[in-house]
Each structure stands twice: as structure tokens, then as C-alpha cells.
């Protein structure tokens, strides 16, 4: 019997069920899992000019400001006098999109990316966990539907399910609580499991 999971690329045989609930498993492998920090991760997108025109705006942008200064010494003849002046709104108006124009540079979808496993004890957001592999919120981390005991989902508007904060369940959220104080040996939570959204990756 196998059991493959297509979305997370896992492939595991199961060649054996023995008694006392006990599976054994073959072709599994193990990893390390940090738990001092966390570190960007490292990925791969699919060419696309929009984005390429994003980083050279945002990292040439400056020169529009720098040419445009000769053109407002010749103010007495108008014709250069608007060439400065196109010029410098130009580099105000990119100016003023950066935001913007980094999420495009930076977001967008990933072909392949490494994998990677992070432990952390109590519970963290997803916004923070992006924020610390990815440098911003670009909305590609996810609640996992079942990882454990913990995990929550619920329906979106297409009838999917989808995982959502465990927090939202009030008897998640008291267990969160109780194990803020917890003393050695006492029951503690961990919620801080996350998983790329499948939307965002390159078919």
C-alpha cells in the first residue's frame, strides 16, 4: 500500500500493519528541525518580465532624479523645462509605488523552493512566520487542515476546506493560555505549523 501525497511531493510505503496499532513504514525519510531561529528560505520563480521591470525601477530609479536636475538649470527654455519636470514626476510617481512595486518583484509564484522545518514552542501567526522566511507578507503561508490534534479548518466560499488559526477554537485558545504558564513536565502547545498555499506554486 503507498500513500502519496502530490501536493507536498511525499511518498511513502507502507509495507506492514502489525498488531498494537503499529505501521511500519518504508521509504520515509527523516529531517532536522531548527529551533533556535528561523532563516530565508530559498526558491526559484519562473521568469516574467513584469517582475524584471519592477527591480530595475525600484533599483535605477534614482537616476530619473539625478537627470532630471540639469534640465531645471535651462528653465528659461521651456521645452527642457518639461523634460525635467516629466523626468521627475516619473521618479515621484515610482517613488510613491515601491510598496507596490516590491510585492511584485518579490511575490508571484514559486516553481520549487527548499524544504525546510522550523520548531518553535507556544504559537506564532503566519504573518510573522512569512515575514521571517520571505521578508513580507505576500499571503503564502497557510494553516494546515490536519496536522494535529490542534489543527482547525473550515469551509471558504468555493466549499474547499481550508485550515484556519487554531486559536479561533475558544478550547484551543485556553490550552494556548494554560501553556504560557506551564511548569516543567506540564502539557505545553505547539501551533506554529504552517505549509505553502498550493496557490502559489507554478504548475
Partial sequence: MEDTNHRYGIYIHIPAICDNDTVILDGAFATSVVWDSFFPINYTKNFSYARKAALYLMSYNFLLFIISLPFFAFS??????????????????????????????????FSSQR????????????????KSLFGGVFGRMAWPI??????????????????????????????????????????????????????????
Fill in 115 to 130: 524544504a525546510a522545518m522550523f520548531g518553535v514552542e507556544g504559537y506564532i501567526n503566519a504573518v510573522t512566520v512569512e
Fill in 76 to 109: 528659461p527654455l521651456r521645452p527642457v523645462l518639461i523634460i525635467g519636470v516629466i523626468l521627475l514626476f516619473t521618479f515621484v510617481a515610482v517613488w510613491l509605488r515601491a510598496p507596490k512595486l516590491v510585492k511584485l518583484a518579490y511575490g508571484g509564484k
Fill in 146 to 203: 490536519n496536522v494535529s490534534p490542534l489543527s482547525r479548518s473550515a469551509l471558504n466560499d468555493h466549499s474547499e476546506r481550508i485550515g484556519i488559526d487554531p486559536n479561533r477554537d475558544p478550547q484551543v485558545l485556553e490550552k494556548v493560555k494554560r501553556a504560557r504558564y506551564a511548569k516543567p513536565g506540564e502539557m505545553r502547545a505547539i501551533l506554529a505549523s504552517f505549509c505553502l498555499d498550493k496557490a502559489y506554486y507554478d504548475q
